[in-house]
């Protein structure tokens, strides 16, 4: 076979995505949401604000032209929550390693390449700018399977912005995403881990659920690539996720501490993972939120 006639992962999913044209799915997940109070949404809780730098595959399925296929269900619809979802719930020693901010050429593309080193898949909470001005890292994400979500387009602190602009945020990002990456994000992080009302119902109307983290790695204050490694194998656990940074500021300690603590983790018996969704039918709108 031709060199030419091959398809990337992302070429097949733009091509069957013509085909079948794009199928509204939002899904509820094993996932765990910590604590049983709301996120308070005043002081920012992580990150910086993301820097200028010098910077789908969905699952679906073919349906019979003809009218012969099973009979349509309702759509799904994403929930609204009340507080971002923290943990991963699952069988054995599973973690999701997450990076914000980016893609950042200078620190991103080291960061893919310990990645694929071990065979590992990640998440990536891109800001749309960013993307914007590196499409050719969000096709590198979705030829190597990662995840990619919605992590705003500037990096605002959405507690002070009105809904119509959290709304252009959001959408702005997810957009660029479905351009670059193949689809669309279902998942959002809040810049800053400062969540509101408007962000939940927004995100949900966009198709995204909220993830926050498990581990803060604090890697944005720059401690050090050592500490970095320490505070990840101090919070390993089960379901754990861990927030780290790929843009917004110098990356380079983030970079190192990744190809430290990653092999680690995989000796100690660790998988790591990003999050799968599952179908489920549409549901009713929670009266209380």
């Excluded at 949404?41 to 969905?58: D, I, M």
Aim: aromatic share 8%.
């Amino acid at each position: 076979m031709q060199k030419d006639q091959l398809f990337t992962r992302r070429e097949a999913l733009l091509a069957g995505a013509a085909v079948v044209g794009a199928a509204g799915t939002a899904s509820l997940f094993a996932w765990g949401a910590g604590g049983g109070s709301p996120v308070r949404t005043g002081a920012p809780a992580a990150g910086a604000p993301a820097h200028h730098p010098p910077g789908r595959p969905s699952a679906y399925r073919l349906q019979p032209l003809t009218g012969y296929g099973p009979p349509r269900t309702a759509p799904a619809r994403t929930p609204v929550r009340r507080e971002p979802l923290l943990r991963i719930t699952g069988r054995g020693r599973t973690m999701v390693l997450t990076f914000d901010d980016g893609p950042d050429p200078r620190y991103t593309p080291g960061i893919l390449d310990t990645l694929a080193e071990y065979d590992v898949h990640a998440m990536f909470f891109v800001c749309g700018e960013m993307a914007a001005d590196n499409p050719h890292l969000l096709t590198r994400m979705a030829d190597e399977g990662h995840t990619v979500g919605n992590h705003t387009w500037s990096h605002p602190l959405l507690t002070k912005l009105t809904r119509r602009q959290i709304r252009s945020e959001m959408t702005r990002t997810s957009e660029v995403v479905e351009d670059t990456y193949g689809e669309r994000p279902r998942w959002f992080r809040a810049p800053y881990g400062a969540w509101n009302r408007a962000a939940f119902q927004l995100g949900s109307e966009l198709g995204m659920e909220p993830l926050a983290w498990t581990v803060d790695t604090l890697d944005w204050t720059t401690p050090g690539a050592s500490t970095i490694v320490d505070r990840v194998e101090d919070g390993a656990a089960p379901g754990v996720v861990v927030l780290s940074h790929d843009a917004g500021g110098d990356r380079s300690q983030s970079v190192r501490a990744l190809r430290r603590y990653l092999p680690r983790l995989l000796d100690s018996g660790y998988h790591i993972t990003v999050p799968q969704r599952q179908r489920t039918q549409a549901l009713p709108p929670d009266p209380a939120f």
